[in-house]
C-alpha cells in the first residue's frame, strides 16, 4: 500500500498457458511486470480492483474489454492467499460480437418496422384518399350527368320554342306583309290614274319597305337554320364550290364589268360544305354591293395552305371601311352604311361569323377606307 492505503499496482507473478493462447501474449516478456507497463491503457480502476481483491480477499466477476487485444473477456478476480490476486479469464469476444450483431439486427428490424408501419398507415391514407376520391369523382359524374338530362332538356325545349318562333316568323309576320305588299300593288294597278306622283312614290317606298323586311325575315330565318343545322365534316373540292358560288352572282358581274381573278389550286378541304357555300355567298355578296360604283370593279379569290390550316382571301377594291369597326361588322343588325345608300339586313356577315365558329375556323377583315377590303376565311385541318 502507498501513503495514502491505496494498492501500487501489480506484477505478473505466474502466467499459465491458457493466459498465452486467450491473450495471445507471452509468459516470458509479462512475469514480473506490472499491469499498466503490460497494459498501459488499463483503467486505474482495475487496479483498485484486483488491490480489493488481493488484500481483501473480495470475490469480483467482471466484463472488460482490452484495447491492447481488441478483445472481451469475461473476468473473476480472487485472492489465493493474501496480498495476491488471481484472475480466471474468459474470451466472450464472439458472444459480444454476436450480441452486437444481434442488438444490430433487432434495431434495424425495429426500425424497418416502423417504416413499414409508417407506410402502411400511408398507404391506408392514400387508400382512404383514394376511396373519398372515387366517391368524390362518382358524386360528382351522377351530378354531371343529371345536369347533362336536365341540360339536353332544356336545350329541346329551346329548340322547340325557336322551331316555334321561326315557323311563327314563316307564316304569322310574313303574312302581314304579303297582304301590305298585295293592297299596295292593287292600287297601284287599279288607281294609278287617280293618284298624283306623290302618292305614287310613297306606295312604291311601301312595296319596297315590305320587300326589304321580307328579306330580313328570310335573313334571320337562314341565321336560325343555320344554328339549328347539323354540322357535316366532308371532302369539299374548292374550285368547284368557287365556281358555283360566283355564278350565283353571275348577272351583277357582267353587268357591272367586274374583273374576276381566281388563284385557286385544286385542292380538296375537309369542312361544312354548306356552311362554307353561305359564307362565300355573303362575302361575294357584300363585295359586289360595295365595290360595283367603281370605275374598275375588281374581284380577287386567292388560297393559302398552312400546315393546320386552309386560308381563303376575297379582295375587292370597292369603298372600304375603318378598321376601327372590324369586330362590328361581324355582329347581327350592325351597318356601317345608311340603308338608303347600300341596302342590305345587317345579318349576312353575321352569318359568315356564325359559320365559321361552327368549323372552329376564323374570320377577319382588313380594310382602307376608299382602296377596298380583304376578307380571310381560315379554315382547320383537324
Known amino acids: ?92 469476444t464472439k458472444r459480444i460480437m454476436e450480441e452486437e450483431a444481434l442488438e444490430k439486427s433487432r434495431v434495424s428490424l425495429q426500425e424497418s418496422y416502423e417504416a413499414s408501419s409508417r407506410a402502411r398507415q400511408s398507404l391506408l391514407s392514400v387508400l382512404e384518399d383514394q376511396r373519398l376520391a372515387e366517391r368524390e369523382i362518382q358524386k360528382l359524374n351522377t351530378e354531371l350527368a343529371q345536369r347533362v338530362i336536365q341540360r339536353t332538356a332544356q336545350l329541346e325545349a329551346a329548340n322547340k320554342e325557336l322551331e316555334t318562333f321561326t315557323y311563327s316568323v314563316s307564316h304569322d309576320l310574313k303574312a302581314p306583309l304579303r297582304g301590305i305588299d298585295g293592297y299596295s300593288k292593287l292600287l297601284l294597278d287599279i288607281y294609278s290614274k287617280d293618284l298624283n306622283e306623290e302618292a305614287k312614290s310613297l306606295l312604291s317606298t311601301i312595296r319596297s319597305s315590305t320587300k326589304q323586311m321580307n328579306q330580313i325575315i328570310e335573313d334571320l330565318l337562314e341565321y336560325s337554320r343555320l344554328e339549328r343545322s347539323n354540322l357535316r365534316n366532308e371532302k369539299i373540292r374548292l374550285i368547284d364550290l368557287i365556281d358555283s358560288t360566283t355564278s350565283l352572282f353571275e348577272n351583277d358581274l357582267k353587268n357591272g364589268k367586274f374583273a374576276l381573278k381566281l388563284d385557286i389550286p385544286d385542292v380538296e378541304l375537309m369542312g361544312d360544305e354548306k356552311g362554307l357555300s353561305i359564307v362565300l355567298r355573303n362575302i361575294l355578296e357584300n363585295a359586289i354591293k360595295f365595290t360595283k360604283e367603281k370605275s374598275n370593279p375588281t374581284l380577287e379569290i386567292s388560297f393559302d395552305e398552312q400546315p393546320a390550316s386552309w386560308t381563303i382571301r376575297v379582295k375587292d377594291n370597292g369603298i372600304g371601311f375603318d378598321m376601327k369597326y372590324h369586330k362590328r361588322i361581324f355582329e347581327i343588325f350592325q351597318r356601317l352604311h345608311r340603308a338608303e345608300d347600300y341596302v342590305g339586313t345587317g345579318i349576312g356577315l353575321a352569318m359568315v361569323s356564325k359559320a365559321m365558329q361552327r368549323m372552329n375556323g376564323k374570320v377577319w377583315a382588313e380594310s382602307i377606307p376608299g382602296e377596298g377590303s380583304t376578307f380571310y376565311l381560315e379554315i382547320p385541318k383537324l
Open 1 to 92: 500500500l502507498n501513503a495514502e492505503g491505496k494498492p501500487h499496482d501489480y506484477r505478473f507473478l505466474e502466467i499459465n498457458p491458457a493466459f498465452e493462447t486467450l491473450t495471445g501474449l507471452n509468459a516470458n516478456d509479462l512475469l514480473g511486470k506490472t499491469q499498466l507497463e503490460v497494459l498501459p491503457n488499463l483503467e486505474p480502476y482495475w487496479v483498485e480492483t484486483y488491490g480489493e481483491v488481493a488484500l481483501k480477499g473480495k470475490i469480483v466477476n467482471f466484463e472488460n474489454y482490452s484495447q491492447e487485444l481488441n478483445k472481451h473477456y469475461q473476468v473473476s478476480a480472487y485472492s489465493p492467499e493474501p496480498g495476491k490476486f488471481a484472475t480466471v479469464f474468459i474470451d466472450i
